[in-house]
């Protein structure tokens, strides 16, 4: 019987040693595990820090700052004059830049350097002794204006006229060129049945800057597509988690753009267009009735609303087959981040504000309610 104790003691020894073991490498597993995912979103966060550091300060800044760069600078104070500055993020990503691309030879002087400048832009001046000076003329695209809207601004700051804008913007051996140059942002579809306009929404709206007094047509518009291929950067990660394509967000952020009064109204909308599509619902956004009918004044009638147009979100389903005016980054991210609601219906009132319902039966009330007859 002694005995027996004896082994059934050194058994749940036994025991108790493989349950311990059992737990140690639990715990180093979840230890590890935990390990591994800091490890792997230090990485992420790294991998975005630095290209975050690699793009312009502020893409869409209009204004110069004056930057002395003395006989004998180099490359670590440079790179420390710029971060000063508020030209680069940050001095270390931009000592790694020149040297890995093996640039040298900067050039002492007085320059005139912007935020919106690339990398490559403020290492071509430094090497090249380039003087960057005042724009010779600006142009402000405000948001939410259609491409014929756009054309006549140009037409406004330069000699060209609004016809021969148009006549550029619409060229499809241009368009072809342009969607050759920039293929993460332009595609086929901006061709695609019933699109009345390739470029439309894809001029993005902030203050441009010249440096002559007549860019050729193509360089403005250029400018301006390159402009939205650059913002759009920011956005791929989260266009490709969602397999959508820039065409579609822009779109998508159009309707925003001609709908919403505050960025708060825009993310609120953005989930009631997000809750009808989910829902099998058509829109029904009255921009899309009035960029259908090109010309429009005053309220829409029961007749316009079916008025025949491939844009007309009462009689398509989804959304139109492209933007109907260039929204601005407000919208593309409530796009990307709309808000958390049940809403399926919303109306504006003659200020503009904006009143959001669950049912039809409510919409009905904020119909009677701030709207009237």
Do not use: C
């Not at 002559?212 to 400018?223: F, G, Q, S």
């Not at 601005?328 to 991210?333: P, V, Y």
């Amino acid at each position: 019987m002694e005995n027996q104790s004896k082994k059934d003691v050194m058994f749940e020894r036994m025991k108790e040693k493989k349950r311990e073991a059992k737990i140690i490498r639990r715990i180093v597993f979840a230890v590890f595990l935990i390990l591994l995912i800091i490890a792997g979103t230090a990485g992420y966060k790294g991998y975005q820090y630095v290209y975050g550091a690699l793009q312009p300060v502020d893409p869409e800044a209009a204004d110069t700052i004056t930057v002395e760069v003395p006989i004998g600078s180099s490359v670590d104070s440079i790179a420390a004059l710029l971060e000063e500055n508020g030209l680069v993020e940050d001095e270390r990503i931009y000592r790694y830049y020149v040297k890995f691309n093996n640039e040298a030879e900067f050039q002492a002087g007085t320059y005139e350097l912007s935020p919106s400048m690339t990398l490559a832009e403020i290492t071509e001046s430094l090497k090249t002794g380039t003087v960057y000076h005042e724009p010779v003329f600006t142009m402000t695209v405000p948001e939410g204006l259609q491409l014929e809207q756009i054309a006549a601004i140009v037409a406004e700051h330069t000699d060209y006229t609004a016809e021969e804008f148009m006549e550029l913007a619409t060229d499809e051996e241009f368009i072809d060129e342009l969607i050759a140059q920039y293929p993460g942002l332009l595609s086929e579809e901006i061709k695609g049945e019933g699109i009345r306009y390739a470029l439309e929404g894809y001029l993005f709206p902030i203050t441009y800057s010249f440096y002559e007094e007549a860019p050729p047509l193509e360089t403005i518009i250029n400018d301006m597509v390159a402009q939205t291929a650059l913002v759009l950067q920011d956005y791929t990660p989260a266009l490709q988690e969602l397999e959508k394509s820039p065409h579609w967000l822009l779109t998508f952020a159009s309707l925003l753009e001609e709908e919403a009064t505050s960025q708060s109204d825009r993310q609120t909308i953005a989930s009631v267009f997000y809750n009808r599509l989910d829902n099998s619902m058509r829109l029904q956004t009255d921009p899309t009735v009035i960029y259908g009918m090109d010309e429009h004044q005053g309220r829409l009638t029961n007749a316009d609303y079916q008025f025949d147009s491939p844009y007309n979100t009462y009689l398509i389903d989804g959304l139109p087959p492209g933007p109907i005016a260039a929204p601005g980054r407000a919208s593309i991210e409530a796009v990307l981040d709309p808000a958390n609601t049940d809403y399926l219906f919303f109306l504006a009132d003659e200020n503009g504000r904006n009143y959001f319902a669950e049912t039809y039966e409510e919409h009905l009330e904020n119909q009677a309610e701030h709207i009237g007859n």
